[in-house]
């Protein structure tokens, strides 16, 4: 079956340090790969999303690329800010009709002034 | 206005009572989700419909059921709740057109805490 690898937290960082969250996958077929945020206290939210081998997802600084050839879909942004603590997930979605959306553990984030 | 809602936020019950958790969407969206989530385990799936007439049990639905009473809307319920079940629930909506995106949204979650 489908499954999620990401990094495990907590991380801390500095202000406008370099941040990477790293996350693997193992899927069969031609997955779509997710990136959802939660701050405290809320819902989880869409970051970034890439549907096919290559792609590059990119929001509010955050990026990831879709490497089918190390499965792989890390999280990266180069310089944090404090309002960018929160619990980062790594999503999996199968490919063609597979509903399923299947998701890492989270990693909380915590940027320090 | 949000998108996803779910009403209520946050509920405290006791063991042993039926809880209604509830969850309406403005999206336009076929699809719809229930996912549970505790510390460090990340999101599960308990229920999804795909329309007003499918509905399907996903990961964890032992304890649970559902009602899709409209496209828009999609309770869960706990007919007998235990302590075990204390956790953030989430309700999501996808709308799959054939692609291979389906991305979902999600809801502001609900907060349950059974004594």
């Known amino acids: 079956g489908n499954s999620v690898t990401q990094m495990e937290g907590p991380v801390t960082l500095s202000e406008e340090a370099f941040l990477t969250i790293n996350c693997t996958y193992t899927?069969?077929?031609?997955?779509?790969l997710f990136w959802y945020v939660q701050y405290p206290g809320e819902g989880l939210q869409l970051l970034l999303k890439?549907?096919?081998?290559?792609d590059k997802g990119s929001n509010k600084g955050f990026e990831a690329t879709y490497r089918k050839e190390t499965t792989s879909f890390h999280l990266e942004k180069g310089s944090v800010q404090v309002s960018d603590s929160a619990v980062y997930f790594c999503?999996?979605?199968?490919?063609?009709?597979?509903?399923?959306?299947?998701f890492g553990k989270g990693t909380l984030l915590t940027v320090n002034p | 206005d949000a998108d996803v809602t779910q009403t209520p936020r946050n509920r405290i019950t006791k063991t042993g009572k039926r809880i209604m958790l509830e969850c309406s969407q403005t999206?336009?969206?076929?699809?719809m989700y229930w996912y549970r989530q505790d510390p460090g385990l990340g999101l599960q799936l308990i229920y999804y419909?795909?329309?007003?007439?499918?509905?399907n049990k996903g990961e964890i639905s032992d304890g649970y059921s559902v009602s899709r009473q409209a496209q828009a809307k999609f309770s869960l319920s706990l007919e007998s709740a235990i302590p075990n079940q204390t956790a953030l629930y989430f309700c999501?909506?996808?709308?799959?057109?054939?692609?291979?995106?389906?991305?979902?949204?999600f809801g502001p979650g609900t907060r349950l805490t059974v004594l």
């Open positions: 999501a909506t996808s709308d799959y057109s054939g692609g291979s995106t389906d991305t979902q949204y």
């Open positions: 899927a069969t077929g031609y997955p779509s």
């Open positions: 890439a549907t096919k081998a290559d």
């Open positions: 999503a999996l979605r199968g490919g063609g009709s597979n509903y399923k959306l299947t």
């Open positions: 999206k336009g969206h076929d699809r």
């Open positions: 419909s795909f329309d007003v007439k499918d509905i």
